[in-house]
């Protein structure tokens, strides 16, 4: 999964080849980050880049519907990559423990990547170890499932909201999905230039290569900027200006 994030990640910048261009799903990967960072911006990109591949629809998972679909997703919105990418709502966290158990007689073509927003709302429900576990197993286990009615792997990516201060609830539960998300995306506050929500993007792929960063901003309109992160080794603020930031 981390494939496809670097790539929508990349486009932003310098960075992306299209010699990385293959589609690759990859280890279970989980996004994090605070409130507001960009975490279902960067899950509607990934799904629209999924979708664009050939490789079968994209199921979306979240709380509640979208009130407007999130800025700054490149490729943007083309009618036949969202026509594929599948939302569906389930308001509880029985309602997702639901959805997941019966997805082997879901009709239809299986998909090619998973995608859960907003984990810590279902999480909050119950904040029970055991509980987490049993999601985290449940959601393994449906995109093994669909790799196997594909014939090839599908895809998970998972968002997670994290706190400044976690309690050590919270702290356990990033352990344990942690253990079996091996890939992971941090998205960290750095500091912005003035007037600019600035973030750290890390890409850890889980063993599959290095570790990549990237800057990204947020304009005033909520479009999301993204460029490679710096070189340098001094001063983590050069470059920002002279980068010619990518829209995503």
Known sequence: MAETLKRVLSRGGAAWSREENTPAAGPPLLLLGA??????TLLFAAALEAAGEGQGPVLFLTRRP???LPRG???????????KIRFQYPPSTRELFWLLCSAHEAPG????LLLLDGLEEYLAEDPEPQKAAYLTALLLDTAAHFSHRLGRDCGLMVALQTQ??????????LSLLRRYFP????LQPDAPGPGEHG???CLEPGGLGPRTEWWVTFRSDGEMMIAP?????GDPSSGKGSSSAGQL
């Open 109 to 112: 073509p299986a998909p090619s």
């Open 183 to 186: 890939a992971q995306c941090w």
């Open 229 to 233: 992160w710096p070189t340098q080794t």
């Open 164 to 173: 400044e201060e976690a309690d050590s609830g919270d702290i356990l539960h």
């Open 35 to 40: 409130p507001g960072s960009g975490k279902t």
């Open 73 to 83: 997703t490149g490729t943007a919105l083309d009618p036949m990559r969202l026509q």
């Open 66 to 68: 979208f009130q407007s």
């Open 199 to 201: 973030l750290r993007a």
